[in-house]
C-alpha cells in the first residue's frame, strides 16, 4: 500500500490530546479540568472536524457558555506562525455549539489546528486551547486513501460501560491511522433509554454512565441535544474525534425506531405522536453536533457526494427523509421509494459526473437483506428488500433503476457500504442468480455495531442474486458488547494500482474477512 507518512501526527496527538482529555473530561465522569481558567469559555466536549477535502473542512467545538469561536491551524504542532480563523459567536441557539470552514488549505497534508473560545465581552480571555490534527485529501493519486467505517452506538441500552474502558473500537480504528470515518447513521438511540445498570445472561452486570436525557426517549430539543451529548462523555471518542475528520450520515434511531415522514406513533412512551415534530427537532441536533457542509446551506440537506482526490468519491445517502411509508413493499410502482425521486436523479447525475476511481455509495441500509417492520404487529418492510425473490417490488424498483443506469452508463467502481443490522457480512449480487438481470455485478459490505446489541442475520431476498459470502452474527437476538459482536470495516485504496482492499474487522483489529477489488470494471 503506498500510503503517505504521518511525520509526528501520533507524537503531538499522544500528547496534546492527552492533555486535551483531561482537560475536556465532563464532570459527568467525575474528573475536572486540568487546565481551565476560572471564569473563562471551556470546550468540555472536544473537537471534530468533518467533510474534509482536499483544500477545506469543518471544525467543530462546543463551548460551556457564550463564545467567540476561534480557529488556529498551523503546518507544525509548534503553531508558529499559525493562520487564524474568526468562527461564529456560540450561544443557546445552537446548544453552544459551532463549526468553522477551514478554505483553502494545502492538499494532501497535516493540519494542526487548536480551537480558542474567547469570551464574547473581552476577547483576550480565552479558555485553554484543545487541538487537534487531520489530513487534507491528497490531489495525488499515488499517496493512496484509506478510511473505516461503521454504525449503530448506545444502541438496546448498552451505553458508555466504565469497566470495559467505554467506546473502545474507537481507539482501535484510530490506530489504523484512517483518513476519515464514515457512520453509516444511528449515531445516537435517541429512542432507547440507558439505565445505570442491566443484568447480563453469566450472571454479570453491565454499568452505564447514565445522564438525565437519556434516561427516557428523547421528545424535546434540549433530550434530542442531550442524546448526541452523551456519546461525547466517552473519551475514546473525544480523543477519536480530534484526530479522525468524519463523513456523517443518519439513519432511523437518530428520532425514533423505523421511522418514516408523516407517521404518527402508536407508543406509549411518546406524549408526541408526530414523527415529523420529532424529526425536525432531530435534525436540528443533529445538525448541531456534527460538523455537516449541506445542513449549513439554505434548504440544507444530509445526502452529499464528498469529493476525496482522485480516487475517492463518496456518495452519502439519506433514506429516512424521502422515504414513503413502510409497508408489505409489493406495489408494481412507487416512484417515491425509499430515496425519493429527487435523490435518485441527484445520485444518477453525480454518479455519472463522477472521475474518480473508486465510487463508494454509503448507504444506511442495507440492499438485499430483508429488514422488517413488525412494530405495529403487520408484516411490513424497514429496509429494501421485501422477502419476495422474483421480480422488483415496491422499493426495489429504485433500486433496479439505478443498478440500470450504472450498467448502461457504463460507471466503474461502485461498492456499497452499509451498517445498520448489528452485525458484519460481505455480500456479492449476481445477474445469473437474480430474477432482476439488467446490472453488473457489484459488492455491498455491512459493519457494525460500534457499541450496541448484536443480531442474528437478516434473510436474503434473491431479487438482485445476493451471495453470502462471508458472515460473522450471533445467534440470539441483543448480545451485549460485552460478548463481543462489535465491528468495523476499512477501506484501504492502494495509491499504485488502484486496487481498493476491504477488510471487515472485530473490535480489537482482528481481520475477519478480506476481499480485494480491481479498479476500472463496471462489475465486480
Request: hydrophobic fraction near 35%; charged fraction near 25%.
Amino acid at each position: 500500500m503506498s500510503h503517505r507518512p504521518l511525520p509526528g501526527r501520533r507524537s503531538v496527538l499522544r500528547g496534546s490530546l492527552a492533555a486535551s482529555a483531561a482537560l475536556t473530561l465532563p464532570p459527568a465522569l467525575g474528573a475536572a479540568p486540568a487546565f481551565a481558567r476560572s471564569g473563562r469559555p471551556r470546550a468540555e466536549w472536544g473537537v471534530q472536524t468533518g467533510d474534509v477535502t482536499t483544500d477545506s473542512g469543518l471544525v467543530w467545538v462546543r463551548s460551556d457558555r457564550p463564545a467567540r469561536m476561534i480557529v488556529e491551524t498551523s503546518a507544525t504542532e509548534s503553531f508558529r506562525n499559525p493562520r487564524r480563523w474568526h468562527g461564529p459567536l456560540l450561544g443557546s441557539g445552537t446548544d453552544f455549539t459551532g463549526t468553522t470552514r477551514l478554505r483553502g488549505l494545502p492538499p494532501g497534508r497535516q493540519i494542526h489546528y487548536r480551537v480558542l473560545l474567547a469570551d464574547p465581552d473581552d476577547p483576550r480571555r480565552t479558555g485553554e486551547p484543545v487541538t487537534g490534527a487531520f489530513r487534507t485529501a491528497s490531489v495525488k493519486r499515488r499517496d493512496g486513501v484509506r478510511f473505516v467505517w461503521s454504525g449503530d452506538l448506545a444502541g438496546q441500552g448498552w451505553g458508555i460501560n466504565p469497566d470495559l474502558g467505554g467506546y473502545r473500537i474507537y481507539d482501535t480504528m484510530a490506530g489504523l491511522d484512517p483518513d476519515f470515518f464514515l457512520c453509516s447513521g444511528d449515531n445516537v438511540y435517541a429512542d432507547g433509554p440507558i439505565s445505570s445498570t442491566v443484568p447480563l445472561p453469566d450472571g454479570r452486570t453491565w454499568r452505564n454512565v447514565t445522564t438525565e436525557e437519556k434516561a427516557k426517549v428523547a421528545e424535546t430539543l434540549a433530550e434530542f441535544r442531550g442524546n448526541f451529548r452523551y456519546n461525547l462523555l466517552d473519551e475514546n471518542l473525544r480523543a477519536f474525534n480530534a484526530r479522525v475528520p468524519s463523513i456523517i450520515q443518519w439513519d432511523d434511531h437518530e428520532v425514533t425506531n423505523n421511522w418514516y415522514p408523516g407517521e404518527i406513533l402508536d407508543d406509549a412512551r411518546y406524549t408526541e405522536k408526530r414523527v415529523d415534530v420529532l424529526a425536525a427537532r432531530a435534525r436540528r441536533a443533529f445538525s448541531e453536533y456534527f460538523p455537516i457542509s449541506t445542513l449549513r446551506r439554505p434548504g440544507g440537506r444530509v445526502h452529499r457526494v464528498q469529493h476525496y482526490g482522485p480516487l475517492l468519491d463518496v456518495f452519502v445517502l439519506d433514506m429516512r427523509t424521502y422515504r414513503n411509508a413502510n409497508s408489505p413493499g409489493n406495489q408494481t410502482v412507487d416512484e417515491q421509494g425509499i430515496l425519493g425521486r429527487e435523490q435518485l436523479e441527484w445520485l444518477k447525475r453525480e454518479l455519472s459526473r463522477s472521475r474518480a476511481v473508486w465510487k463508494v455509495i454509503a448507504s444506511d441500509m442495507p440492499i438485499g437483506l430483508v429488514v422488517p417492520d413488525t412494530g405495529d404487529g403487520k408484516p411490513h418492510i424497514e429496509a429494501v428488500a421485501q422477502g419476495d425473490p422474483g421480480a422488483p417490488l415496491g422499493r426495489e424498483l429504485q433500486i433496479a433503476e439505478l443498478l440500470r443506469y450504472i450498467k448502461h452508463r457504463r460507471i466503474t467502481g461502485t461498492v456499497w457500504l452499509t451498517a445498520d443490522v448489528h452485525y458484519t457480512s460481505a455480500q456479492h449480487y449476481q445477474p445469473s442468480r437474480a430474477a432482476f438481470t439488467d446490472f453488473e455485478p457489484f459488492w455491498e459490505f455491512v459493519s457494525g455495531p460500534l457499541n450496541a446489541g448484536a443480531f442474528p442475520a437478516n434473510t436474503l431476498d434473491d431479487t438482485f442474486g445476493p451471495e453470502r459470502v462471508f458472515l460473522k452474527a450471533p445467534t440470539r437476538a441483543n448480545v451485549s458488547p460485552a460478548e463481543g459482536y462489535q465491528f468495523f470495516g476499512e477501506v484501504d485504496i492502494d495509491g499504485g494500482s488502484g486496487e481498493l482492499t476491504v477488510r471487515l474487522r472485530e473490535q480489537d483489529g482482528t481481520v475477519l474477512f478480506t476481499q480485494v477489488l480491481q479498479p476500472g470494471l463496471v462489475g465486480q
